[in-house]
């Protein structure tokens, strides 16, 4: 897919800070664009090695000395160090007049960036919808993954839409207003899920431990065993439902309206851990809010 209306952003010299799992991944994308990467911050062992390993031909320098060299600046620091870093590069006068500033936080939109803004720098909040873990998978899911982007006028969206399109990805809108409910939307869903599909694991595992067949491996909580081969194509098959079917993949005992079951499953869980029963509880007075579970099963839930 081209870029809009055929517009293509000089070729830039791109400055990051930090060398982390997302600054890296965009490196790579962008070089991958025919930028050029002239410098990266990394201050822990692990930024170091990082840095070295997916961007060999940049130099590690000094946060100023990043800032300073490019027209291109990424922050892609933590959401919580954000607005310290921000105020540090504006009380230096660091980054160039004119230079294109974006930060990759989810929860933010502009605003964080007014202190450069004032300063002449052209603001975009740019933020990849996507988990990254640091494997060479993050840089492979860039082409494809959506970004929510805002910015400060229209020709602030044509770049950001523009550097989001040449690395693969999909552009979107979120306005400046929208960003905090943005971002819960996206941890609601990928963060809850790992922890769904983790408690379901430790309660499987509790359910089928110590009664292994002749010859099978024997149930551990280590990943990738028996309980996540389980799991596996069941979370897959839901996820995908839902996503192409919505409401209409929601099955199982609340859904059925089957209270008895329900108040099993509560039983049963308790027995192997009570908080995990509490996050079942919740999770399943929700659902049945969304199926419209008779009352009896709602009797079960808050009792």
Do not use: W
């Amino acid at each position: 897919m081209g870029t809009p209306h055929g517009l293509r952003p000089a070729r830039l010299k791109v400055g990051i800070i930090s060398a982390g799992r997302v600054g890296t991944a965009l490196g790579v994308a962008l070089e991958d664009a025919e930028h050029v990467v002239v410098a990266c911050s990394a201050i822990s062992t692990a930024s170091r090695q990082r840095a070295e390993r997916r961007l060999p031909d940049t130099p590690v320098l000094p946060v100023d000395e990043v800032a300073g060299s490019a027209e291109l600046l990424i922050l892609a620091v933590p959401d919580a160090e954000l607005a310290t870093l921000v105020a540090g590069l504006a009380a230096t006068s660091a980054v160039t007049p004119g230079a294109i500033v974006v930060h990759t936080s989810g929860a933010n939109g502009i605003g964080v960036l007014a202190p450069l803004t004032e300063q002449g720098s052209v603001p975009l909040a740019i933020h990849p919808a996507m988990t990254f873990t640091g494997a060479d998978e993050d840089i492979a899911r860039l082409p494809g993954t959506c970004f929510g982007i805002t910015a400060a006028d229209e020709i602030g969206y044509a770049i950001a839409q523009s550097l989001v399109l040449e690395i693969g990805g999909e552009p979107f809108r979120v306005r400046e207003d929208a960003r905090t409910l943005y971002h819960a939307a996206l941890a609601h869903a990928s963060n809850h899920l790992v922890t769904v599909i983790a408690d379901a694991l430790e309660a499987l595992r509790a359910a089928i431990a110590g009664q292994e067949l002749l010859g099978q491996e024997l149930v551990g909580d280590y990943p990738g065993g028996l309980a996540e081969r389980v799991i596996a194509p069941l979370a897959r098959a839901a996820l995908e439902n839902t996503l192409h079917r919505g409401q209409a993949a929601l099955t199982g005992p609340v859904a059925r309206g089957d209270a008895a079951a329900v108040a099993a499953h509560l039983a049963a869980l308790t027995e192997v851990d009570p908080d995990l029963a509490e996050a079942y509880r919740a999770a399943s007075l929700r659902t049945a809010q969304r199926a419209h579970a008779p009352k009896e099963v709602f009797e079960v839930l808050n009792r």
